[in-house]
């Protein structure tokens, strides 16, 4: 099979991050603790937990040692609870995320009412809300009449949307009743680029594999954009999630990955799939 | 004919108020001029020629006397060289469209790059226009190429269009790279107003005229509008340009008017539509 990796891929420089602090502090301490997955990566997660690395839900569980932030972050008020409890915190917030956070306070500050764009259960989203008072999170139009007409709104965005759906959301806004909107654009720049290099890749190939997490926002958008364009696109977490049903009558094939996606996990699929020969 | 009326319709706050100051100039002064149509009826303006105002479209016209500054505003370049020649200036500009000025020179003193949403042939655009050193005038999606990616945007709207329209703009410039957008809604809500009850009533019509002066943007919006839902619209000066077959087979019309066209030209129109008997 003939395969093509699209220009852009894999780890961003946030989860990069995320990975290296936890390498570095699990080599020189054993009682290591991720508030939530640290990336959205169950092969990733699972190769860490070898190393040492205990992934928590909450807070209560932790008695003692360190505890990383992951990239998504945490509220101020679980942070807060963590220096209580006397637990040492090392920050692996993604930078962009971080940004979001100190806008939306900003914003509150200011006296708009902070609206969030995304998904209010993914872990960036609810970091994001524990920063302020009050919040409402739009994830599509239906959560329109969360906030009055004629509100002043402080908009921010989940930073691993499309450029394309944050328009659809702020047209949707537009259309309605408001005295002011303040609109900060946090999409961070890497994920569009990926996004961009992933539609202009799957429209060359017969079949679009996109790698990661299924919980990774940023997975799932990918494997969406690409599937407007190519229907024929599969979103996996690994080889081993391969049904070989889909290279049926396939010659060229695309692969992208989301940003917690590890290289390693790319590259053995990669592999796999150059090495395949279905007759195709 | 059985004819009905929308709820809101006619002269607006703004347009009331600057017939009152011209007609109250107008009994006490001689010379009169008005910069620009008064308003955009052309049936409203002869009234007042006749009254004595001279509708000049150049300052270089004006060699003394009394100017009207009219309901959509000047920028405050003519206002200076009005003062410089010793012109007297009465200033009848909406207290809408004023507030649409003070605010895009707020948002350059803030650092914005100026965008107005609207039509740069419009006296009203026009006037804000001269209002900023630097702006961007956006009719349709076809000139967003007009600002750079990545600007902050300080955007204001023409008062007189749709929130529809507002939204779909909104959702185009979010779709493209920028770094922040402030939005002041700047629309109308008399115009809104006026364009809800006139799609509310076309709905329930055979026929429906909106009545108003070509130029008049507000009534050219609420003629766009109505034909959206009911393609038996028509846009009408007054009862003259009434074309008989227009009413053939229809047993009900509907009546709106913009917010620069006179009360005695609705009255006249109703009355010769309600007397009219096509046998329908």
Same mark, same amino acid.
């Given at each position: 099979?003939?395969? /093509?990796?699209a220009?852009?891929?894999?780890?961003?420089?946030? =989860?990069?991050n995320?990975?290296n602090i936890?390498?570095?502090v699990?080599?020189? #301490?054993?009682?290591?603790?991720?508030?939530?997955?640290?990336?959205?990566n169950?092969?990733?997660v699972?190769?860490?937990? +070898?190393?040492?690395?205990? &992934?928590?839900?909450?807070?209560?569980?932790?008695?003692?040692g360190?505890?990383?932030?992951?990239?998504?972050?945490?509220a101020?008020?679980?942070?807060? +609870?963590?220096?209580?409890?006397?637990?040492?915190? =090392?920050?692996?917030?993604?930078?962009?995320?971080?940004?979001?956070?100190?806008?939306?306070?900003?914003?509150e500050?200011?006296?708009?009412?902070?609206?969030?764009?995304?998904?209010?259960?993914?872990?960036? =989203?609810?970091?994001?809300?524990?920063?302020?008072?009050?919040?409402?999170?739009?994830?599509? #139009?239906?959560?329109?009449?969360?906030f009055?007409?004629n509100?002043?709104?402080?908009i921010?965005c989940?930073?691993?949307?499309?450029?394309?759906?944050?328009?659809k959301?702020?047209?949707?806004?537009?259309r309605?009743?408001?005295?002011?909107l303040k609109?900060?654009n &946090?999409?961070?720049?890497?994920?569009i680029?990926?996004?961009?290099?992933?539609?202009?890749?799957?429209?060359?190939?017969?079949v679009?594999?996109?790698?990661?997490?299924?919980?990774?926002?940023?997975?799932?958008?990918?494997?969406? /954009?690409?599937?407007?364009?190519?229907?024929? &696109?599969?979103?996996?977490?690994?080889?081993?999630e391969?049904?070989?049903?889909m290279?049926?009558?396939?010659?060229?094939a695309?692969? &992208?990955?989301?940003?917690?996606?590890?290289a390693?996990?790319?590259?053995?699929?990669?592999?796999?799939?150059?090495?395949?020969?279905?007759g195709?």
């Amino acid at each position: 099979m003939k395969v /093509l990796v699209a220009e852009k891929c894999g780890f961003c420089h946030g =989860v990069e991050n995320a990975i290296n602090i936890a390498e570095k502090v699990l080599s020189r #301490e054993k009682d290591v603790y991720s508030l939530g997955q640290i990336i959205h990566n169950g092969d990733e997660v699972e190769r860490l937990a +070898r190393a040492g690395l205990k &992934t928590v839900e909450n807070i209560e569980e932790i008695r003692s040692g360190t505890v990383l932030i992951r990239s998504h972050g945490a509220a101020p008020e679980q942070i807060a +609870r963590l220096r209580e409890k006397g637990i040492n915190i =090392v920050d692996a917030t993604c930078v962009l995320v971080k940004r979001v956070q100190y806008i939306a306070e900003e914003l509150e500050r200011d006296g708009y009412k902070v609206v969030i764009i995304g998904d209010e259960n993914h872990p960036e =989203v609810r970091a994001v809300m524990g920063c302020v008072r009050d919040v409402v999170v739009i994830a599509d #139009e239906s959560d329109l009449h969360k906030f009055a007409e004629n509100d002043r709104l402080g908009i921010v965005c989940q930073t691993t949307l499309s450029p394309d759906f944050v328009g659809k959301i702020l047209g949707a806004i537009g259309r309605r009743s408001f005295s002011e909107l303040k609109v900060i654009n &946090t999409l961070c720049k890497e994920a569009i680029k990926r996004q961009d290099s992933a539609v202009q890749l799957c429209k060359q190939v017969d079949v679009m594999f996109v790698l990661g997490g299924l919980k990774s926002a940023n997975t799932r958008r990918l494997a969406e /954009l690409c599937k407007k364009y190519n229907d024929q &696109t599969y979103h996996l977490q690994n080889w081993n999630e391969l049904d070989k049903r889909m290279l049926l009558g396939k010659n060229m094939a695309g692969v &992208t990955a989301g940003a917690s996606t590890p290289a390693w996990i790319i590259a053995e699929f990669v592999k796999n799939l150059e090495a395949f020969d279905g007759g195709g």
